[in-house]
């Protein structure tokens, strides 16, 4: 069984930083793409920012410049530093992986966090 565990939201003004953590624990082999989600109250759930196994990344283009996404791979964690953030930027985030389990070594299976809520407000 794996399990990601997101970290590190919280209550910030606007104009302050953030910096969230999505950790991998379990039995697996890898894990491969990783991207952060965020879904604000009544809409949908949007990408954010994702890293590949190799460390290739993009980003929605509202947070280009402002937010990075990275991995310490030897952690099983992944990084999305948030800075300059905004009202908008409010809602609750999701780490999504694809790992390669010992149950299944043949295929990247896909997990969700629980996620972490981010408040941007003065």
């Known amino acids: 069984q794996v399990q990601l565990v997101e970290s590190g939201g919280g209550l910030v003004q606007p104009g302050g930083s953030l910096r969230l953590s999505c950790a991998a624990s379990?039995?697996?082999?890898?894990?491969?793409?990783v991207a952060w989600y965020r879904q604000a109250p009544g809409k949908q759930r949007e990408l954010v920012a994702g890293?590949?196994?190799?460390?290739?990344?993009n980003y929605k283009d509202s947070v280009k410049g402002r937010f990075t996404i990275s991995r310490d791979n030897a952690k099983n964690t992944v990084f999305l530093q948030m800075n300059n953030l905004k009202p908008e930027d409010t809602a609750v985030y999701y780490c999504?992986?694809?790992?390669?389990?010992?149950?299944?070594?043949?295929?990247?299976?896909?997990?969700w966090g629980q996620g972490t809520q981010v408040t941007v407000s003065s």
């Open positions: 890293i590949t196994g190799g460390g290739s990344t």
């Open positions: 999504n992986a694809g790992v390669t389990t010992i149950q299944e070594p043949s295929k990247s299976v896909n997990y």
């Open positions: 379990g039995m697996f082999f890898s894990i491969n793409d």
